[in-house]
C-alpha cells in the first residue's frame, strides 16, 4: 500500500509536469494560430485541463491510500502537509478553471503545485504515529480546510503574478521590476534549493559535527549539504568533508543556515544564468507571451480567488483550530506562534478584502497584495515550523 | 438637515451621491468623471454629514473604512511582532524572565522583555487596538447598512440617463420598433429563467439577482462583534475559570475553583508508547530516535459533596463521574471540564529500610516509610527501634548550611533516624537519604540498609468553566453564515430601458464582473441586441495600444 | 433629527466605552483573589496538632490571626518565633493566632514545632481544602479577621515584627 501510494503520487507529479507543457504550448501557441487556423490554441488548453484534473485524481489517490495505509489523514508531519496544500493548489485552480478558462492561469499555478511537492518530499517521508495531541478527527477535519483554503488563496497569488508579468513595464529598472525579480528569484532559490537537495539525497551525502550548543552542552550536528558554514565550535568527524569556511554562533541552527545559504547561491547561479540566456529581465521575457490576456480579467479571477479561498481558511485555520484547540488543550486560542500567524494571515486577506473597496487598490496594488499574502502563508507553513516551533511543531 | 430632491421628485439625504430613486448623479462635480462610484449605491453614510460635536468626530473616525483597515494592520503587524521570540508563558516555567531573555537572545532579547512584549497578547495597548477593532466593526456597519438598507429598498426600475450611461457595465442597440416588444420578453424570460428578478415600470424593467449578498459583510461583523463581546465577557467575575491540579495516583483533592464543591481522584497515570517493531511506524520511530507516545491518560473519578458542610470538614463525598481522561478527551460534569494537561513518572512514595549489624551483616526487620507521612518511630521487634528524628522530603543545605527542604515533594528524600537496639539502648543517629548515610555523631555499630522503594505517577489535570462558550460559538457561526453570504453570491443588477427608440442595457454587480457580462449575453443571445461593453476595459484596451506599438518597435 | 442622532451616537458610545471600561478595571486593576479585605472570612474548621477542632466561627468576638505556611518557606521560618514571642500577650486582649500548614507530614511539622517551641495553634490542612477556599498561592499568607468574622486585610509575604504587632493590634476587639 505504501508503495502503491508513493507512485501514484509520481504519476500525479509528472501529470502536473506534462498539463503545465500544455498549458504553456496552448498560452504561447496563440501565434501560431493565426496562420494555422482558429483551434489549436482552445485545444491546447482543454488538453491541460483534463491533465491536471487527471493529476488531480491520482494525487487524492495518493492521498487516500496513504490514508488506508497509516490508518490516520496524511496530514500530520511537513511531508504529509506541504503536498497536500500542492494538491489543495492543483484542486482549486481545477474549479477556478472551470469559471474562467484561463490558460495562462495554468501556467502559472502548476508549476508552483510542483515546486511545493517536490519541496515536501525532501521532508521525511515515513509514515508517523500520532502524538496524542494529533489523535483527533479535527486534526483530519482542520488540516485539510486550513490546506483548501490555502490553496486557494495560492490561486490568487498566481493570478496577481500573470498580472504583475502582463503590466509591468519591464524595459525599465524600477523599484516594481526589482521586486518582481526578486519575486522570481525566491522561486528559482526553491528550485535551485530541490535539486541541490534531491543530488545530495542521492549521494546520500551526511557530515557530522561536535558542537557546543546554546546551553553549553557538547553535542552532535548532522548536514545533508557541503558544510560551507559550520556549528558553533564545530569540529568535523566524518571523514573526507569539506571543512567549514566559518562557524556560526551558538544560538543559530548552522545547518539550517547552511541550507539557507545552499539554496540562495543556486539559485543566483540559475537566475544569472538564466538573465544571461534571455538578455532581459524574467518578468520581461514571460510578458511577450501573455498579450492575449486581459489584466482586468486576471485581475477578477484573482480577486475571485481570495474571495472563495478567504471563508475556507477562515473555517478551517480560525474557527476548526479553534474547536480542535478547546479540546485538546483546553482553551481555543493560545497564542502559540502557528495560531498567530494563522491570525497575521487572516488578518491580512481582511484588509486586502477591505482595500478593495478602496479606490486605486485594485489592479496592480491587489495582485501585489496577493504575492504578499502567499508569502505569509508559506512563512507560517515553512520558517514558524521549523524554526519558531510551537505546539504544532511536527518534526 | 437639508434634503437634497432630484429632478425625478426623491428627497434625498444631504450628503447623498446618487439619487436613491432614479439614479441621477447629484453633485455638480460628479458629473465629471466618466463612471459613477457605486459603492453604498452612493448613498450619504450618516457619519459623513454631521461633525460638529466632539461625539460626532469620534463617530466619524471609528466609521472610516480606513481607520478600520489601519487598526487591522497594526492588530496584524502587533501580533507578528509578539512570535519573534516566545512569550512569557511558553518560556521554561523555572525560569526568571528578566535573565532568561538576556540570556537566550542577547541584546534582542533584552529589549523585547524591557518593552514587555513578553507579555504582549495580555498587553493593555494590544487588547486597546482589539477593542478599537470592534469599536470600528460596530460604528462603520451602522453608519452603513441602515442608509443602504433605505437606497436598496427605494431604488426605482427607470432610471436617468446619465445612471444608465455611466454605468461600467453598458451598451445601446438600435433594433426595430416592431422587435422591442418581443425581444424585451425573450430578455426577460431568459433572465428569470437564471434565478434573475425582475421588476418593470414603464416598459422598462430591473433584474436583480443575490441582493441578500449585500449584508453578508455587516452580518460577519455581527459575529464578529458577538465573539469580541464573548472574548470580553472573559475578564467578568464567575465567567471563566481556569485552574489545574496535581494529583498522585490513589489520591483524592478538592477541585480547585468550585468551592469545595468536587472532588477528584486519580486511580491510575497512564504512558503508553507505540511499539518500535510496528509494522507502519517503527521506520518513522527509528528515525526519531526516541520512543514515541502513544498515550497519556488518567482514570478519574469525580465526587461530589453533598452536605454542605463546614470547609476542612470532609462530610459526604458522593461518586457523580468517571472517565478515562486522555489528551482530546476530556471529562465533562455540571459545565466543568477536566483535561490531561501534564504528568510526572515515578514520584517516590515509599522507601523501605531494614536495620543492620556492620558487622556481622545480620537485619532486623522492615519498615516502609510513607514519604507524606511517615510514622514517628517504627518498631523492628525484638528490642529494636527506629525513630524518625527528623525528615526532610526535598532535602537542601540552605544558606546557613542548615537541612532544610526545599518543597513538601518527595523528590529528595532524607531521614535523620535514631536507632535504638539491645546493644545500643542510647540510640546511633544516622543521616539517609538517596544514596548517602552518613554518621553525623560518629561511628555506628548499626546502619540503615535500603530495601525498596516504590513510586507511582502524578497526573496535572486542567480545570476549566467557560461560561462564554456559546456566545463564541454563536459569534463563530453568524461570522461565517456573513463571510459565505457575501463571499459566494453576488448582487447583480441589469437594466434595459427603452431611450429615445434605443434599447439601453447597463449591469452593475459587487463584483465578478465577467460572470455579470456572460449573464447578459446569455439574455441577449438570439435577438438582434449588442452586447454591453465593460467600459473599464475598453479603456484599458484603449491605454495598452500605444504601449503595444512601441514594444513591437523595439 | 440632528439632535436625536446626537442622542443615539451618545448613548451607543457610552454603552460601548462603560462595557470597555469594565472590562479593563477588571483585568488590570481589580482585586479578583478568592479572599480579599472586606469579604466576610468562609467558615472552616481543622483539627490542630494537640487534636483539639478549630472551627473559625467559634471565635466570633476575638480576632483572628490567619497564617498559612510552610516548613519550606524560609520567611514562614522566620516570622514563628515572632508570632509565638506575641502569642501569649495578645490572647488575653482577644485575638487568636491559627497556623494553618499546607499539607506536610505531620512528622515534619511535628518536629519543627518542637524545635521552634511553639504553642498557638497549628493544623494541617490535609487535602489542602481551607488553603483552595481562601485561595492561597504564595507563601506565607496571612489573613486578619476581625470580630465581626470580617477579613481586614490579607498579607502575602514575610512579615517584620513590627508588622505582626500592627497586624494584631488591627484585629484586637473593640477598636
Not at chain 1, 498539463?19 to 496562420?35: E, N, P
Request: aromatic share 12%; glycine share 8%; with cysteine.
Amino acid at each position: 500500500m505504501a508503495a502503491l501510494s508513493g507512485n501514484l503520487l509520481y504519476v500525479a507529479f509528472f501529470l502536473y509536469l506534462a498539463a503545465t507543457i500544455t498549458f504553456a504550448v496552448s498560452v504561447t501557441g496563440r501565434k501560431w494560430r493565426d496562420k494555422a487556423g482558429e483551434m489549436t490554441g482552445n485545444k491546447w488548453g482543454f488538453i491541460g485541463y483534463l491533465l491536471s484534473v487527471a493529476a488531480s485524481l491520482f494525487a487524492i489517490g495518493y492521498f487516500i491510500t496513504r490514508w488506508v495505509h497509516a490508518g490516520h489523514a496524511p496530514v500530520s508531519n511537513m511531508f504529509e502537509y506541504m503536498t497536500f496544500l500542492g494538491i489543495a493548489i492543483g484542486l482549486a485552480f481545477n474549479v477556478i478553471y472551470a469559471i474562467y478558462r484561463s490558460n495562462v492561469l495554468g501556467m502559472f499555478t502548476l508549476p508552483i503545485v510542483m515546486l511545493i511537492v517536490a519541496y515536501a518530499s525532501l521532508f521525511p517521508r515515513e509514515v508517523e504515529p500520532l502524538i496524542p495531541a494529533l489523535q483527533s478527527s479535527w486534526l483530519t477535519i482542520h488540516v485539510i480546510t486550513v490546506a483548501l483554503g490555502q490553496g486557494v488563496l495560492s490561486i490568487g497569488m498566481a493570478a496577481g503574478l500573470v498580472y504583475l508579468v502582463r503590466t509591468l513595464d519591464f524595459t525599465k529598472a524600477n523599484k516594481r521590476t526589482r521586486a518582481f525579480e526578486f519575486v522570481m528569484y525566491s522561486l528559482i532559490s526553491l528550485v535551485g534549493f530541490i535539486l541541490i537537495g534531491y543530488l545530495f539525497n542521492a549521494m546520500n551525502y551526511e557530515a557530522t559535527f561536535n558542537y557546543v550548543n546554546e546551553q553549553d552542552v557538547e553535542t552532535q550536528m548532522e548536514y545533508n549539504l557541503p558544510p560551507l558554514v559550520g556549528p558553533n565550535e564545530g569540529e568535523l568527524i566524518t571523514e573526507n568533508r569539506m571543512e567549514p569556511f566559518f562557524n556560526a554562533p551558538a544560538i543559530i541552527r548552522s545547518n539550517d543556515l547552511n541550507t539557507v545559504i545552499w539554496s540562495l547561491i543556486s539559485g543566483l547561479i540559475l537566475y544569472v544564468a538564466l538573465r544571461l540566456i534571455l538578455r532581459k529581465r524574467i518578468g520581461g521575457a514571460i510578458q511577450p507571451l501573455l498579450k492575449g490576456v486581459s489584466p482586468q480579467a486576471v485581475d477578477e479571477v484573482s480577486y475571485r480567488a481570495i474571495a472563495i479561498g478567504f471563508p475556507i481558511f477562515a473555517l478551517g485555520g480560525l474557527i476548526f483550530a479553534m474547536i480542535w484547540a478547546q479540546i485538546a488543550w483546553s482553551r481555543f486560542w493560545g497564542w502559540d506562534p502557528k495560531e498567530v500567524w494563522a491570525l497575521v494571515t487572516f488578518l491580512f486577506y481582511a484588509a486586502y478584502l477591505h482595500l478593495r473597496l478602496s479606490r486605486g487598490w485594485q489592479g496592480e496594488r491587489s495582485a501585489w497584495l496577493c504575492v504578499i499574502g502567499f508569502a505569509i502563508i508559506m512563512f507560517n507553513l515553512v520558517f514558524v515550523n521549523l524554526v519558531i516551533a510551537g505546539l504544532h511543531s511536527y518534526a | 438637515m437639508k434634503k437634497v430632491t432630484c429632478e425625478c421628485g426623491h428627497k434625498n439625504p444631504h450628503g447623498t451621491e446618487i439619487c436613491e430613486s432614479c439614479g441621477k448623479p447629484i453633485e455638480e462635480n460628479l458629473e465629471q468623471k466618466k463612471l459613477l462610484d457605486m459603492r453604498y449605491e452612493g448613498v450619504a453614510r450618516r457619519s459623513q454629514t454631521y461633525t460638529t460635536t466632539i461625539i460626532d468626530k469620534i463617530w466619524m473616525f471609528f466609521s472610516s473604512v480606513k481607520v478600520g483597515i489601519w487598526l487591522i494592520v497594526l492588530t496584524l503587524l502587533a501580533s507578528a511582532l509578539g512570535t519573534l521570540f516566545p512569550q512569557e508563558m511558553y518560556i521554561p516555567p523555572t525560569a526568571n524572565p528578566s535573565i532568561y531573555y538576556a540570556e537566550e537572545y542577547g541584546y534582542l532579547g533584552e529589549i523585547y522583555y524591557l518593552l514587555g512584549l513578553h507579555n504582549l497578547y495580555s498587553s493593555w495597548w494590544y487588547m486597546l487596538l482589539v477593542a478599537g477593532l470592534g469599536v470600528s466593526l460596530i460604528i462603520a456597519s451602522l453608519d452603513r447598512v441602515v442608509p443602504l438598507h433605505r437606497a436598496l429598498k427605494t431604488q426605482r426600475v427607470t432610471r436617468h440617463t446619465n445612471f444608465m450611461k455611466r454605468q461600467r457595465v453598458f451598451g445601446t442597440s438600435s433594433i426595430s420598433q416592431e422587435e422591442v416588444d418581443s425581444t424585451f420578453s425573450k430578455v426577460r424570460e431568459r433572465l428569470e429563467a437564471n434565478k434573475y428578478k425582475i421588476s418593470e415600470e414603464n416598459g422598462n424593467f430591473v433584474a436583480e439577482k443575490g441582493r441578500f449578498a449585500r449584508w453578508g459583510p455587516y452580518v460577519n461583523h455581527i459575529g464578529l462583534i458577538l465573539f469580541l463581546i464573548g472574548c470580553m465577557l472573559r475578564y467578568f467575575p464567575g465567567m471563566y475559570i481556569d485552574e489545574h491540579v496535581w494529583i498522585r495516583e490513589g489520591d483524592q483533592v478538592v477541585v480547585p475553583g468550585t468551592d469545595g464543591q468536587y472532588y477528584i481522584a486519580n486511580d491510575r497515570f497512564l504512558l503508553e508508547f507505540y511499539d518500535e517493531n510496528d509494522e507502519i511506524f517503527g521506520e518513522a520511530i527509528e528515525r526519531s530516535g526516541s520512543p514515541v507516545v502513544k498515550n497519556f491518560q488518567t482514570d478519574a473519578r469525580l465526587y461530589e459533596r453533598t452536605d454542605a458542610d463546614t470547609v476542612g470538614d470532609l462530610g459526604e463525598l458522593v461518586e457523580v463521574a468517571e472517565h478515562p481522561i486522555r489528551v482530546n478527551f476530556p471529562m465533562s460534569h455540571d459545565g466543568f471540564n477536566f483535561y490531561q494537561l501534564d504528568y510526572k513518572l515515578n514520584e517516590l512514595k515509599t522507601m523501605s529500610f531494614t536495620l543492620e549489624n556492620k558487622e556481622t551483616g545480620d537485619t532486623f526487620g522492615r519498615m516502609d516509610i510513607d514519604l507524606y507521612d511517615p510514622e514517628p518511630s517504627y518498631d523492628l521487634g525484638d528490642g529494636h527501634e527506629v525513630i524518625i528524628r527528623d525528615y526532610f522530603p526535598d532535602y537542601f543545605l540552605n544558606n546557613d548550611d542548615v537541612p532544610s527542604t526545599r518543597s513538601k515533594i518527595p523528590d529528595n528524600p532524607v531521614f535523620i533516624f535514631e536507632m535504638i537496639t539491645p546493644e545500643t539502648p542510647e540510640g546511633e543517629v544516622s543521616f539517609v537519604g538517596i544514596r548517602q548515610n552518613l554518621e553525623p555523631l560518629g561511628e555506628n555499630d548499626y546502619k540503615m540498609t535500603f530495601v525498596d522503594v516504590e513510586t507511582n505517577n502524578v497526573t496535572a489535570l486542567g480545570v476549566r468553566k467557560d461560561r462564554t462558550l456559546p456566545i463564541l460559538i454563536a459569534g463563530g457561526v453568524i461570522f461565517m453564515i456573513g463571510l459565505i453570504q457575501g463571499s459566494y453570491w453576488a448582487h447583480r443588477r441589469i437594466w434595459v430601458q427603452r431611450i429615445s427608440g434605443d434599447v439601453w442595457i447597463a449591469g452593475h454587480t459587487n463584483k465578478n464582473w465577467l460572470t455579470l457580462r456572460k449573464d447578459i449575453d446569455e439574455a441577449i443571445k438570439e435577438t438582434n441586441l449588442k452586447s454591453p461593453l465593460d467600459q473599464v476595459e475598453e479603456k484599458e484596451k484603449e491605454v495598452e495600444v500605444p504601449n503595444q506599438t512601441n514594444k513591437n518597435e523595439d | 433629527m440632528k439632535r436625536s442622532r446626537l442622542i443615539m451616537r451618545t448613548s451607543i458610545l457610552a454603552v460601548i466605552a462603560i462595557a470597555l471600561a469594565y472590562t479593563f478595571y477588571s483585568n488590570f486593576i481589580a482585586d479578583r483573589s478568592v479572599a480579599r479585605a472586606g469579604n466576610d472570612a468562609v467558615n472552616f474548621a481543622l483539627q490542630d496538632l494537640e487534636g483539639e477542632r478549630f472551627e473559625l466561627e467559634e471565635y466570633r468576638g476575638q480576632g483572628v490571626f490567619l497564617n498559612f505556611w510552610g516548613t519550606y518557606c524560609p520567611p514562614c521560618v522566620k516570622e514563628m518565633p515572632i508570632m509565638e514571642d506575641l502569642y501569649e500577650e495578645y490572647k488575653e486582649q482577644g485575638v487568636e493566632i491559627m497556623a494553618v500548614n499546607v499539607n506536610e507530614p505531620e512528622l515534619t511539622v511535628n518536629q519543627f514545632v518542637n524545635r521552634l517551641n511553639l504553642t498557638f495553634p497549628i493544623a494541617i490542612d490535609k487535602g489542602m481544602r481551607v488553603s483552595d477556599a481562601y485561595g492561597i498561592s504564595p507563601l506565607p499568607t496571612t489573613i486578619l479577621i476581625d470580630e465581626h468574622g470580617e477579613i481586614v486585610k490579607v498579607h502575602t509575604g514575610g512579615m517584620t515584627e513590627g508588622q505582626v504587632k500592627e497586624f494584631l493590634e488591627m484585629i484586637k476587639p473593640g477598636t
